[in-house]
């Protein structure tokens, strides 16, 4: 069973001003796959806030897989990918690319996704998913079969990716 840690960037979220919809879609997501929740909180778009609790859920709490909503557009405050980028040691581009390609065929707008993802000290994967609940069930639906077996090659569970 993989360790979850869901993290929800929202200024109005984080002062009870927005419920949380998307960070309740990856959990019910992430469950029905049989993961466990450890953490999930909502925080400010802020980069120190949202790098620290990155690195706190991978070096404190050993979590396997951090999946993040909202703060990858355009805006001022769209940091997420920035305090991704801080606390990550080796990129995996290939899983933000097949989000925007796949999100491609609903709308134009998913070009302007900055989403990133990376893997932290070898032991921790984390993914930047949309802001919105559709977006976020879409995205994970097509990329958490593809997500689990990287996981289990990042854990040491599995050593094969060839068919």
Not at 52 to 69: R, S, V
Not at 133 to 154: C, F, N, Q, W
Request: proline share 4%.
């Amino acid at each position: 069973m993989f360790r979850v840690g869901i993290i929800t960037a929202s200024d109005k979220g984080s002062t009870g001003q927005r419920e949380d919809k998307s960070g309740l879609v990856i959990r019910e997501i992430v469950e029905e796959k049989g993961y466990k929740v450890e953490k999930q909180v909502i925080l400010p778009d802020d980069l120190d806030s949202l790098s620290n609790e990155m690195i706190n859920m991978c070096d404190n709490l050993k979590i396997d897989l951090i999946l993040t909503t909202g703060g990858t557009g355009f805006a001022k405050r769209d940091v997420t990918p920035e305090a991704t980028l801080k606390v990550i040691d080796r990129l995996v581009p290939g899983i933000p690319e097949a989000m925007r390609n796949f999100s491609l065929q609903f709308t134009p707008r998913a070009m302007l996704s900055r989403a990133t993802s990376g893997i932290r000290k070898d032991t921790t994967l984390i993914i930047n998913l949309p802001g919105s609940p559709k977006a976020v069930r879409e995205t994970l639906e097509y990329i958490i079969d593809s997500v689990h077996h990287g996981l289990e090659i990042m854990t040491g569970r599995d050593s094969e990716c060839a068919r």
